[in-house]
């Protein structure tokens, strides 16, 4: 073959050869004679294009004429496209688009170029829309992904019109542009290594913004932060390797495959650092979790070292009762030019997305604390796993909460880490969504999806990402597409369910030798300089990992050490005695309670119906019968007057469940929102009171994350029926009941969870009393069952004044609220203390032949059974609180019933409620049997029918004095 069309020969004519069996002349690419005057305009309009002559001669022994035409007719066809020529083309290339396909002109005229440039302005809507579906996203193989929407052909176009100009609309910042410019302008926005979803926000102004960010040149990023990138992936790939080495076969999760998260969480707080926000929280899973401890946030490699061999710091905040994996820090944060900002990495149990409310409540509390033009300079970041952002429920839980009053943070940068995994299990197999985060959709957050192999473009999203979040307060998402090098641990085998996916990856260059070679091809970087960086890296690794370990031997354990390996947990400090603390108010308190729930504002119409409710809560007062609403009002009120804050959430807790609360109280006319308490606040002491969402999971979440940042107030979250908080069993599990003994991350939640048998069937009856005493130990929380509202004020007051900080589980009350028998004088709120034991003093003595040991609401039936069969020989005592066990007061109290027959009654089913517990500990205490009556033992909770539970709370009780 031979080309003189090189210096401008049109045509050229083969001369065959001795030897030769054929020749092909190439003459030059050039528009035709005719045409080579034309304007381009002109060209473009009539579809004219530059043509190349091939010529052929051969010698007829070898080749026959008809075999020539066939070459010359199979070039044709294959420069018009046959058998996918381009496509093969662009494949090889790892172009991650098709071409545009041959195809005939469509005739111009001015109705066609009226129709052409709507058709452009589809073409640019419709890559705005689903260009991310032809992004080159995946790291790990190379796939040319179409959609007919982004066909040109689909939109009556061709490749005729590339070269020709239309109206845009100011697209990419120019009135006309050629189809071509068009198409390469959203190439480069929406088709190279990020796709972004974004069209499906409803304001208008979010989208614009980023288009305005997103359709423009690409600038190219400076050599300083090219080195920044390239020292964060070296620092990630030599930290793993290292612990690969050293620590053969042992647990870390590592974030191999998936280093860019360094440079990514790297550039979020860099930007926070320059944008004045005082604190970026961390919530993540467990994988890569080290690395983010000590390359973001901060702690020694010298303190994980000295983890895997064994020893927990005294000092640490994550405690050492659990892996170091799931374990997490507070440190600082400094960026290249000097500004800090502080960080803080939430521990999370192996429930991966169960950190996601956490964190939100612990940001929303230490907002809480900042002034209000500030609120929203704490910054949570979320990091999340493919499957279990896609899996697990608490994520679109969370995700709802991000706008609401009560729950928004000012928007989450929601990270997710998808290395294309769950587990072992593959994406067609754990969603049927296109996406993983295909959940984020339903509060219109923008989506980022970003190929892990491009640390650049990596960063240039996170740095947009922060943008956005600080423009518009709203959550973004960024899909970081990697992969896991190793198994879901390092002592798994992945191949044995992916074996074609780790075939893949086994040949895979890292992302730091990628990135490497990506630099030194443009010159940007000597290989001498990265293999420098990477080594002296590695060096440093190797020293600290020397100076940790210790030369004595076991004589250099650590007291908290040594207390890890002999009992594998810390122990809790026991609790004081309630009696110590008082939580009596004073006169003018309750004075000032009462006038705040019957003065409102002058233009204030409050509804009929509750105006009469509020009026009693004077006059119960005056009469000694103040009941439950009114005795939590005194509780709260106090504490507001004493300068504490108070937060109570939940499902319709404003109002009440059973309407007996009405902390805040809606104008009939107007809709106004309005909390008489209010009138109470005293120095710095406020009422946050919120409707939640109809969640528990989430909900309970957030309200023990804002417990742990706000020690000083009382947090309260309310189930609308006890058994309602069945749903967050994951939170009541792994953070409510465990949380100080695992990371010393102490709680004071307190839960209100409506119980009590009263013929409202199986799902309205039980609080699942038992669930939570089984998980009572180490006096790591309190469990109460209050049967008086004077008893339910003092522990709320006890929970906002004791000296150990605990969880705290009430069993609130449901029929009891508006009992005329369950009340309590006002003496009972302006003197004493919480009893955890109510005795029974007018039943004392040597003649007593039974007592009646109970909980809550039982016991007005049984004292009014007493009362009704005039039994004189029967004492009733009440456990107001069931854990701790009334140890100090019990034993003193029965020894005015030397040998009376000890009985624990309760409402629910035998295998359920607090008799387990009381069998199991409470004869350990006294030293005495104790027998039990209940209902039998039953898979649910109580019948279905108000009169079968009528009958059998008859017999229940007419048992209990047998």
């Avoid at 009539?46 to 035409?69: E, F, M």
């Avoid at 009992?567 to 108010?585: H, N, Y």
């Avoid at 109002?655 to 606040?681: A, N, S």
Wanted: net charge negative; aromatic share 8%.
């Amino acid at each position: 073959m031979t080309n003189p069309g090189t210096i401008g020969t049109q045509l050229s004519v083969a001369r065959l050869m001795s030897g030769q069996g054929c020749i092909v002349g190439v003459g030059a690419m050039e528009y035709p004679a005719e045409w080579q005057g034309a304007s381009a305009e002109s060209l473009a309009r009539n579809a004219v294009s530059k043509i190349l002559t091939l010529t052929s001669t051969y010698d007829h022994r070898v080749i026959q004429g008809a075999q020539s035409g066939e070459f010359l007719r199979r070039i044709h066809a294959l420069l018009l496209g046959e058998d996918d020529f381009y496509g093969d083309i662009f494949r090889s290339l790892r172009i991650p688009y098709e071409p545009i396909r041959w195809a005939q002109d469509i005739s111009a005229g001015h109705e066609t170029d009226l129709s052409k440039t709507v058709r452009v302005q589809e073409i640019i809507h419709a890559y705005r829309v689903r260009g991310h579906l032809m992004a080159d996203t995946n790291p790990l193989e190379y796939e040319q992904r179409m959609h007919p929407d982004l066909d040109v052909l689909q939109h009556g176009l061709t490749l005729w019109d590339l070269d020709r100009e239309f109206a845009t609309g100011g697209f990419g910042g120019r009135p006309l542009m050629k189809l071509r410019e068009i198409l390469g302008v959203l190439r480069d926005s929406y088709t190279r290594t990020v796709g972004i979803e974004y069209m499906h926000i409803q304001d208008p102004d979010q989208r614009k913004w980023i288009q305005d960010r997103v359709e423009a040149p690409h600038e190219r990023t400076h050599r300083d932060e090219q080195l920044r990138i390239l020292h964060k992936l070296n620092e990630a790939e030599a930290l793993e390797s290292f612990l690969q080495t050293k620590y053969v076969g042992q647990k870390r999760f590592s974030l191999e495959g998936s280093e860019s998260l360094i440079p990514l969480l790297d550039a979020v707080l860099i930007c926070s650092s320059n944008d004045s926000i005082v604190e970026v929280a961390i919530g993540m899973p467990h994988r890569g979790r080290l690395n983010v401890l000590t390359n973001i946030a901060g702690k020694s490699y010298g303190q994980v070292f000295r983890e895997f061999e064994g020893d927990f710091g005294d000092d640490q905040v994550q405690g050492s009762g659990d892996v170091k994996y799931h374990l997490g820090t507070s440190g600082h944060f400094t960026a290249p030019d000097g500004a800090q900002t502080r960080v803080y990495l939430a521990a999370n149990p192996s429930h991966l997305e169960a950190v996601n409310p956490v964190l939100e409540g612990i940001v929303r509390a230490k907002q809480d604390r900042l002034p209000r033009e500030d609120a929203f300079n704490v910054l949570p970041v979320l990091i999340h796993g493919d499957a279990a952002f896609a899996g697990q429920g608490v994520v679109a839980e969370t995700l709802q909460m991000s706008q609401i009053q009560g729950y928004r943070t000012g928007g989450t940068i929601h990270v997710v880490v998808n290395n294309q995994v769950g587990f072992t299990t593959s994406p067609k197999y754990s969603r049927s969504s296109v996406y993983s985060t295909d959940v984020a959709r339903m509060i219109q957050a923008p989506i980022f999806h970003v190929n892990g192999d491009d640390p650049e473009a990596v960063v240039r999203v996170a740095e947009l990402a922060f943008a956005f979040r600080q423009t518009f307060h709203k959550d973004v998402v960024i899909d970081l597409v990697t992969y896991r090098k190793r198994g879901h641990n390092e002592a798994d085998d992945p191949s044995l369910t992916q074996p074609l996916m780790y075939a893949i990856i086994d040949q895979k260059r890292s992302v730091r030798k990628h990135y490497t070679e990506s630099l030194i091809g443009r010159g940007d970087i000597t290989l001498e300089e990265a293999e420098t960086a990477l080594r002296h890296f590695q060096e440093q690794l190797e020293r600290i990992f020397q100076e940790t370990r210790p030369d004595q031997g076991e004589a250099a354990f650590s007291s908290s050490k040594a207390d890890v390996v002999s009992q594998g947990q810390r122990t809790l400090t026991p609790q004081v005695a309630a009696a110590e603390i008082e939580t009596a108010i004073s006169a003018e308190q309750v004075d000032a309670v009462i006038a705040s729930q019957l003065t409102m504002p002058d233009d204030f119409t409050v509804h009929p119906r509750l105006q009469p409710q509020l009026q009693r809560r004077s006059t119960m007062v005056g009469a000694d019968a103040i009941d439950w609403g009114m005795a939590e009002a005194l509780a709260i009120g106090g504490l507001l007057m004493e300068g504490r804050t108070i937060r109570l959430a939940g499902q319709d807790v404003r109002r009440g469940t059973f309407g007996h609360r009405h902390i805040v109280i809606v104008d009939k006319e107007t809709g106004w929102q309005y909390k008489p308490l209010k009138q109470c606040y005293r120095g710095d002491g406020k009422l946050y009171v919120y409707d939640s969402l109809l969640s528990e999971y989430a909900a309970m979440g957030f309200e023990y994350g804002y417990s742990v940042a706000r020690p000083d107030a009382l947090v309260i979250w309310e189930a609308q029926f006890g058994d309602f908080a069945d749903g967050a069993q994951t939170i009541i599990d792994e953070f409510i009941s465990s949380a100080e003994q695992k990371w010393g991350q102490r709680s004071s939640l307190t839960l209100l969870l409506p119980h009590g048998f009263e013929g409202q069937g199986p799902d309205h009856s039980s609080a699942r009393i038992e669930r939570y005493l089984q998980l009572c130990a180490q006096d790591n929380m309190v469990v109460a069952m209050p049967s008086t509202p004077a008893s339910y004020f003092h522990i709320l007051r006890l929970q906002a004044n004791a000296k150990i900080v605990r969880p705290l589980i009430v069993f609130t009350p449901k029929s009891l609220l508006r009992s005329k028998q369950a009340v309590s004088s006002k003496a009972e709120f302006t003197s004493g203390h919480f009893h955890p034991l109510i005795t029974d003093p007018a039943f004392e003595g040597p003649q007593i032949r039974k007592v009646l040991m109970c909980s809550g609401k039982v016991y007005y039936d049984l004292a009014a059974y007493r009362a009704e069969h005039g039994i004189t020989d029967v004492a009733i005592m009440r456990f107001e609180r069931l854990y701790p066990l009334p140890f100090r007061t019990l034993p003193p109290a029965l020894l005015q019933y030397p040998e009376a027959e000890l009985t624990w009654v309760q409402e629910e089913p035998a295998n359920q409620g607090a008799w387990s517990f009381v069998a199991m500990n409470l004869p350990e205490i006294i030293n005495r049997p104790v027998f039990g009556v209940s209902r039998p033992a039953s898979s649910s909770p109580a019948v279905g029918t108000h009169q079968r539970h009528e009958q059998e709370q008859r017999e229940l009780v007419a048992r209990a004095f047998a």
